[in-house]
């Protein structure tokens, strides 16, 4: 015995499987969604402490080039002093030679 169905029974029994098939595809994307936030938290935290890291690392490395740098200024300033004390000498070495050829003529 074949059952006739009305369309609207054919149109109702399509709805209902229609919202069966969406109630399922939305638990399951609600679902993809809550571990893909779980897998981007997890990256954040990651992201974080690796930044936390490098400021330590750049801290560091300022204080480092700080020194480098005052130890340059210190050169820089010795070899001007330097290079004063050995025009004082040459100056001096003038002098004292004259003052030589003076006495001993």
Do not use: C, W
Not at 36 to 46: E, G, Y
Not at 60 to 68: C, G, R
Not at 69 to 83: F, I, M, N, P
């Amino acid at each position: 015995m074949s059952k006739k169905h009305h369309p609207k029974d054919i149109e109702q029994l399509l709805t209902d499987q229609t919202t069966v098939i969406l109630e399922a595809v939305d638990k399951r994307l609600a679902t993809q969604d809550k571990r893909l936030d779980r897998r981007f938290a997890t990256q954040n935290r990651r992201i974080y402490g690796v930044e936390r890291k490098v400021d330590k690392v750049i801290t560091q490395l300022d204080a480092v080039l700080k020194k480098s740098e005052d130890h340059r200024e210190e050169d820089v300033s010795g070899a001007e002093q330097l290079r004063r004390h050995d025009d004082q000498l040459q100056d001096h070495a003038v002098r004292i030679k004259k003052l030589e050829t003076i006495r001993h003529p």
